[in-house]
T-cell receptor
Framework: KAGVTQTPRYLIKTRGQQVTLSCSPISGHRSVSWYQQTPGQGLQFLFEYFSETQRNKGNFPGRFSGRQFSNSRSEMNVSTLELGDSALYLC?????????????FGPGTRLTVT | GQNIDQPTEMTATEGAIVQINCTYQTSGFNGLFWYQQHAGEAPTFLSYNVLDGLEEKGRFSSFLSRSKGYSYLLLKELQMKDSASYLCAVRVTEGGKLSFGAGTTVTVRA
């Protein structure tokens, strides 16, 4: 069974631009979560989608948004990029995010904002 | 907020055993995860405990005590490739949101 995939793997953007990242979960998994990882803050939860609905949300500004499609693939969008948005963006999938469901990460998208 | 604590660094010798402790104080509990992360790579799933007790998977074992808010990851027969960061994470509520500790960097020396 294929794992979680993310595209693109690397991205360089300029301040003020916007970016869209994509995540395809493991087949059969309906919960997709997004995380930001930086050396200073560690792994921070952005949001989770389940059955095309945002189910959980972290403490990030509204510039960070996401959506999920009917095939469970998810996209994350960051508008008006700031230098501090440079990070590794990880998505993770699980069957339904319930107690007992394991959660697996994709390889991540490394975003550099200049 | 959620409080998840684990040691910052640990060093051990190849072939030895290392135990990484994780204590948590969270508003809810729906399971505890351990992940391994090598530098520059994504976290890799190691174990998941939702009930008290020990879960064993080859050289890795994880223990949970919900009443004490405590877990540990035990790495046996250490190999050089085990040098990595080990992340403890708690699923506080139902859903995919995990709250992570800062990670423990384990260095395995020959």
């Amino acid at each position: 069974k294929a794992g979680v995939t993310q595209t693109p793997r690397y991205l360089i953007k300029t301040r003020g631009q916007q970016v869209t990242l994509s995540c395809s979960p493991i087949s059969g998994h309906r919960s997709v979560s997004w995380y930001q990882q930086t050396p200073g803050q560690g792994l921070q939860f952005l949001f989770e989608y389940f059955s095309e609905t945002q189910r959980n949300k972290g403490n990030f500004p509204g510039r960070f948004s996401g959506r999920q499609f009917s095939n469970s693939r998810s996209e994350m969008n960051v508008s008006t990029l700031e230098l501090g948005d440079s990070a590794l963006y990880l998505c993770a999938s699980s069957l339904a995010g319930l107690a007992g469901d394991e959660q697996y990460f994709g390889p991540g998208t490394r975003l550099t904002v200049t | 907020g959620q409080n998840i604590d684990q040691p910052t660094e640990m060093t051990a010798t190849e072939g030895a055993i290392v135990q990484i402790n994780c204590t948590y104080q969270t508003s809810g509990f729906n399971g505890l995860f351990w992940y391994q992360q090598h530098a520059g790579e994504a976290p890799t799933f190691l174990s998941y405990n939702v009930l008290d007790g020990l879960e064993e998977k080859g050289r890795f074992s994880s223990f949970l005590s919900r009443s004490k808010g405590y877990s540990y990851l035990l790495l046996k027969e250490l190999q050089m490739k085990d040098s990595a960061s080990y992340l403890c994470a708690v699923r506080v509520t139902e859903g995919g949101k995990l709250s992570f500790g800062a990670g423990t960097t384990v260095t395995v020396r020959a």
